[in-house]
C-alpha cells in the first residue's frame, strides 16, 4: 500500500514559494526570448524608436522584416551549410563517443585506465587555439569542410559521460551475446547502444545546439562564403550591420530596418533548434544522471 505524505504548515509553505521561484526564473528566461518575437513581428519605425520591453507587438503586426532577411541570398547558403555541419557532426561524434566509450568501459581492456588519464589531461591542460590552428593547417585542411568537423570528432567530457552509463550495464548482457556468436559491433550498436539511448540522446542534443550556434572555428579556418555556417552570417548582420539587399519596394529606408532585421535573424537563427529541443528533452535528465552518478 502506497505511502500518502503528509503535509504540514511548513511543507506547503515551501512549495509555494518553490513554485513562486520556478515561476519567477521562468520568465525571466522566457521573456527576451518573447522580447525578440514580438519585437520582429513588430512596426520598424516603432521598434526604432521603443527602447523597453516589448510584450505586445508595436504597431500593426507585419512580417517585414523576415522579408527583408530572406532577400540575403547567403541566408540559405548558412542554413544548408549548419544543417550539414550539425548533421555530420552528430554522426561523427556520436559514432567515436559510443567507441571510445565501450572500449574505456571494458574491464579486460589492460590499458583503459592510463588512456583515461591521458584524454582527461587533455580536458584539463590544452594547447589553445593558435596551436590547433597551426595543425589544422599543417594538415591541410584549412577553408574545407573538415576543419568545422574533425577538431570537434571527440569531446573528452561525452567519452567519459558514456563511458559511466555503458559501465552501468551488466556484463552478463554482452558474454550472452558473445555465446550467440556476436561481434564487437553487433554487441556495441545493437546491445549497448540501445540500452544507453537517454544518454546518448542527451549528447547528440549537446553536440547539435554547441555545432548550430558556432562560428568561431568557421572564423579562424574558412575563408571561403560558399562554406559558411548560418551563425557567421548572423554574425554579419548583427555585428557588422551588413546591408541587406531586398526586393521589396516598400522597404525605402534600409536604417530602419535594420535593427528590425537584428531580431529577425536571431528568430530565424534560434527557432529551428528550439523546435528540435522537446523531442529530446525527454532523455535529458535521466541521460545526465546515468552518466554522472556512478563513477
Known sequence: MAMVEKKGPARIAFLIFNYILMGVIALICFMPIWHVIMASV???????????????????????????????????????????????????????????????????FRYRNILTGIITFTMLFHGGTIPTYMVIRKLGLLNTRWAMLLPMALMVFYIIIMRTSIASIPDSLEESARIDGAGEFTIVFKIILPLCKATFAVIILFVAVAKWNEWFPA????????????????????????????????????????????????????????????????????????GSVKG
Open 42 to 108: 513588430s512596426d520598424p519605425g516603432l521598434v526604432d524608436a521603443y527602447s523597453g520591453l516589448i510584450v505586445w507587438p508595436l504597431g500593426e503586426p507585419s512580417l517585414y522584416g523576415y522579408g527583408y532577411i530572406t532577400g540575403y541570398k547567403n541566408i540559405w547558403v548558412g542554413y544548408g551549410n549548419t544543417i550539414f555541419y550539425v548533421i555530420a557532426q552528430c554522426l561523427i561524434t556520436g559514432t567515436l563517443t559510443v567507441l571510445a566509450g565501450y572500449l574505456l568501459s571494458r574491464k579486460r
Open 219 to 290: 572564423l579562424l579556418y574558412l575563408d571561403d562564403e560558399k562554406l559558411y555556417p548560418l551563425q557567421m552570417f548572423m554574425r554579419e548582420i548583427l555585428i557588422q550591420q551588413t546591408d541587406i539587399q531586398s526586393s521589396s519596394d516598400a522597404m525605402e529606408n534600409l536604417a530602419i530596418y535594420k535593427l528590425l532585421a537584428k531580431y529577425c535573424a536571431i528568430v530565424a537563427a534560434t527557432l529551428p533548434i528550439l523546435c528540435v529541443y522537446p523531442f529530446v528533452q525527454k532523455y535529458f535528465v535521466s541521460g545526465v544522471m546515468i
